[in-house]
C-alpha cells in the first residue's frame, strides 16, 4: 500500500507469463483465465473443495474447447485473406 498525502492507493499483484519464440498455447491461456476466474481455497470444507475443483475441471474443459475453436476460426480467417490478397 502507497500513502501519499493522505491518499492511499493499494496495488494489486501482477503475473506476466512469457513465451519464447511462439505465442502462448490454448493450455497456457486457459490456466491464465481460470486464475482469474476461479479460485478455491484451501481452507474450505472438504465436500465445498471437492464440489468447487470438480466444476473448476469442468469450466476448464469448456474454456479449452472454445479457446482451440479460436484459434482455429483465426486460421481459417487468415488463409481467406490471404487468398483474396494472392488472387488480386
Known sequence: MINM???FAEIGSVNVHTTTNRGHSAEEL???AMDKIMKVGDNAH???RDQA???RA???DILLFYIR???LSERVT???EIS???KE
Open 5 to 7: 498525502n493522505n491518499t
Open 58 to 60: 469442468q469450466l476448464r
Open 46 to 48: 472438504p465436500v465445498i
Open 30 to 32: 486457459v490456466d491464465m
Open 53 to 55: 475443483l470438480a466444476y
Open 69 to 71: 475453436q479460436a484459434m
Open 78 to 80: 487468415m488463409r481467406a
Open 84 to 86: 483474396a490478397e494472392m
